[in-house]
């Protein structure tokens, strides 16, 4: 029978596929990390969003049905300095909207907040004592990775260029997910953020593969079997999958969101900042086509969200889209609904087979 001609990541990770699902923050919890555990493949949850206690919560619901491997994902941005002249500068350029539908700026809302990892988020994990962590925007303080290491737990994180892949892996890193242009919301971007230098998924894997002595896991623009075998032929050890998983049941998106992934195309997707101040891939809807997918006024990251929440909160249960972000990555048309269990399974399997084809 035709195996995995590159066993890397199974081996590092103990798991059976190479397989890993994306932590989408909001998107999903431990519920689809169990159903892609039980696969076979490592399941993840994201944790940007999430208190201590509710990290907890989710760990201990993992542990309760499966003991698989698991992953917790932080970010590790800088929380920005106030700047309350650009914060008013954007809701001046948001107004109009607000009094569209009947909305008062001056009325306040709620700040976004996006919590990166830190000395507490270190000990918790300790605590709870995941088989990996990854990491989005870099890695967080050195001392923190040191003791992440120490516990034999193992770090990976994200790289869009073949620069910051060699930083991961010179400062820590296990192995290297090569995030090209394709994938869906945020860029793991952090030695620049310039989007117009960023590289698509075919060329990235192979050079990160080339430059670096750890193991790649390809990321973006892959959601059905040929983008796995694909990523294997380009030197990938696994794959990490994360639009594919939004139409899965399990999936956390709203209705709304849901749709959109039904009828997006590929090129009706677009790299934007207005979301939430960084670079992010999202479906195209009114607020990028009119104010521009990269707008100078939006305040650092995670700031540029928390005057679009009323505007969304207003619109969204008319069934718009218009003020939400909805995360895509290019190739969400090749994705099909199942359970995220038997996503997994069905990926794996057709993957196989399409290799074997070429034996």
């Known amino acids: 029978m035709k195996t995995w001609s590159d066993t ?51 760990v201990q619901k993992f542990r309760a049905e499966t003991n698989k491997p698991l992953n917790l994902n932080f970010f590790c941005h800088k929380n920005p300095a106030p700047d309350s002249i650009r914060e008013e500068n954007w809701l001046k350029k948001l107004e109009a909207y607000y009094h569209e539908f009947g909305l008062d700026s001056k009325n306040g809302y709620t700040p976004s907040s996006r919590n990166p990892f830190d000395e507490k988020s270190c000990e918790l994990v300790l605590e709870l004592k995941p088989e990996v962590v990854s990491f989005h925007f870099g890695l967080p303080a050195k001392e923190l990775v040191t003791k992440l290491k120490a516990a034999h737990i193992k770090i990976i994180s994200s790289a869009t260029t073949v620069d910051e892949a060699r930083f991961l892996t010179e400062n820590g890193c296990d192995a290297i997910i090569a995030q090209g242009f ?13 989007i117009n230098t960023q590289v698509g998924t075919m060329a990235l894997v192979p050079q990160i593969a080339d430059a670096v002595s750890i193991p790649v896991i390809a990321s973006g623009g892959i959601a059905d079997a040929r983008g796995i075998v694909a990523s294997f ?16 049941p399990e999936s956390l998106i709203s209705p709304v969101h849901r749709k959109a992934l039904k009828s997006v195309k ?49 619109t969204e249960p008319m069934g718009s889209g218009d003020f939400m972000s909805m995360w895509s990555g290019q190739a969400a048309h090749l994705a099909v609904e199942l359970p995220a269990e038997e996503l997994t399974k069905h990926l794996a399997n057709e993957a196989l087979k399409r290799m074997r084809m070429f034996d």
């Open 233 to 248: 032929a380009l030197g990938a050890s696994a794959v990490q999958i994360g639009t594919a998983y939004l139409f899965c």
């Open 8 to 58: 890397r990541i199974l081996k590092l990770f103990n798991i059976d596929l190479p397989i890993l699902q994306a932590p989408m923050a909001g998107a999903n919890n431990s519920v689809m990390a169990i159903a892609v555990a039980k696969a076979g493949g490592l399941g993840s949850i994201p944790c940007a969003l999430y208190t201590a206690d509710q990290i907890r919560n989710e």
């Open 182 to 194: 394709e994938a869906g919301g945020h860029r793991g971007i952090f030695q620049s953020l310039d």
């Open 266 to 314: 590929d090129n009706q997707t677009t790299l934007t900042n207005i979301f939430t101040g960084r670079p992010a891939r999202a479906i195209e809807n009114r607020l990028t086509k009119e104010l521009g997918p990269m707008n100078i006024l939006a305040p650092e990251f995670p700031l540029a969200g928390g005057p679009l929440s009323p505007l969304k909160a207003k």
